[in-house]
Nanobody, 115 residues
Framework: QVQLVESGGGLVQPGGSLRLSCAASGSIFGIYIMGWYRRAPGKERELVASITSGGSTNYADSVKGRFTISRDNVKTVALQMNSLKPEDTAVYYC??????????WGQGTQVTVSS
């Protein structure tokens, strides 16, 4: 079993930057893929970005060129968010899995983009 803990959310002005981090503990050597989802008020959950143990990345079209996902080691994943927009406001969730995302989830961290 894998436990995930996110950090780094907060309030930022439009155009600003935030960096989210997610640390895994437990059975970490079974993790193949890690990533970030978000859920905005009144909207469905959407995949923001993912990264495999081999370094392959995938991004939602809405964040390409602005967000960068990185994996420092087998148990840590980060999401660097630049040029933030009000529509990026959401609760961001870290997820991990041995094959696909969704096996393990963090508790979520709030990101609010507002002037």
């Amino acid at each position: 079993q894998v436990q995930l803990v996110e950090s780094g959310g907060g309030l930022v002005q439009p155009g600003g930057s935030l960096r989210l981090s997610c640390a895994a503990s437990g059975s970490i050597f079974g993790i193949y893929i890690m990533g970030w989802y978000r859920r905005a008020p009144g909207k469905e959950r959407e995949l923001v970005a993912s990264i495999t143990s081999g370094g392959s990345t995938n991004y939602a079209d809405s964040v390409k060129g602005r967000f960068t996902i990185s994996r420092d080691n087998v148990k840590t994943v980060a999401l660097q968010m630049n040029s933030l927009k009000p529509e990026d406001t959401a609760v961001y969730y870290c997820s991990a899995g041995p094959v696909v995302l969704g096996r393990s989830w963090g508790q979520g961290t709030q990101v609010t983009v507002s002037s």
